[in-house]
Structures are given as structure tokens and as C-alpha cells.
């Protein structure tokens, strides 16, 4: 079976797709990237997605140059739930993990961050949150414009 051809086939469908359509981003995150702008603390895209794929997302949607650090789970060994990505993102950010808030959206990302010894904000995608899940995260959000919020509180006042 013609495994590389076939996913090379793939991407480049998805790619003309992605290109076409652009790439649909979750309500709330522009302004959310500009309240951390505002408040200047960097950030990290840690993504599962490999490289080239995530370069592509980013471009699509309008977000290319607006994060500090992009790791992919090509530049890792192991993929969430554990640590590794998060702990490599923090690395480049040069931000201890204890400093560090991860918003996720599903149980292994959450999971992986409380491994790195970061604290969490879960905005779910598709999954519902468990009760494992839930006790691991500062909050549960049901939009962008809802983490602002929380993470406004959990920062210091100007």
C-alpha cells in the first residue's frame, strides 16, 4: 500500500482546501491575542499538528507572527498526554512551567499540561469534559471571550 503517496496526495488536497477556504478560528481569539499584546506576555502555539501543517494553519487563519514560539508534534518524542510539548514551549519562551497557562481543548492536553506543572483553561472543541479532566483546570470556559475573562482575574492588576 502506497502510504506516502497517499498522504502526499492528501496534504496537497488539504492544503488547496485550506488555502480556498481559509482556516475557521474560534470566536474571541483575536481579541484575546490582543489582551495578552496589551498586557505584554508572550505565548506559544503546542500543537500535535506536524510543522507543515501548522505553518499552513497558522497563515490561514491570520496568525502567523502573532505567538512568540510554534512547537509541533514532529519536534517532539512524545505526543500529549505527555509533558513534552509543553515543557518545550515553555523552553523556548524561557518561562519556567509554573508560569505558565495552557488553554486546551481536550482531556490528554489538559492532562499533559498539569504534567509540565502548568495550570490550565479548558475550552472544550468536541468532548465534554470528565470529572478527571475538570479537577485539573482553574476553569472551564465555554468561549475565548469567557478565558479573557478568567484570565484577566488570575493576572495581577495593572
Known amino acids: 500500500f502506497p502510504v506516502e ?3 502526499h496526495i492528501y496534504l496537497e488536497s488539504y492544503c488547496d482546501h485550506l488555502r480556498r477556504e481559509g482556516v475557521p478560528v474560534k470566536p474571541g481569539l483575536f481579541e484575546l491575542l490582543s489582551f495578552l499584546d496589551e498586557r505584554g506576555l508572550s505565548r506559544a502555539v503546542a500543537t500535535s499538528t ?3 501543517r501548522a505553518e499552513l494553519k497558522l497563515r490561514g487563519a491570520g496568525l502567523e507572527g502573532r505567538f512568540q514560539a510554534v512547537v509541533c ?3 517532539v518524542t512524545r505526543g500529549k498526554p505527555e509533558p513534552d510539548i509543553f515543557i518545550e514551549a515553555s523552553r523556548r519562551l524561557a518561562v519556567d512551567p509554573s ?7 481536550s482531556g490528554p492536553g489538559v492532562m499533559a499540561a498539569a504534567c509540565a506543572g502548568m495550570k490550565a483553561i479548558l475550552v472544550p472543541d468536541l468532548v465534554p469534559p470528565g470529572e478527571e479532566t475538570r479537577i485539573l483546570v482553574e476553569g472551564v470556559c465555554e468561549s475565548l471571550h469567557e478565558a479573557r475573562v478568567l484570565i484577566e ?4 492588576p495593572l
Open 5 to 7: 503517496k497517499i498522504d
Open 50 to 52: 506536524y510543522r507543515e
Open 73 to 75: 508534534g514532529d519536534e
Open 99 to 105: 508560569n505558565c497557562l495552557v488553554l486546551e481543548d
Open 153 to 156: 482575574k488570575m493576572l495581577p
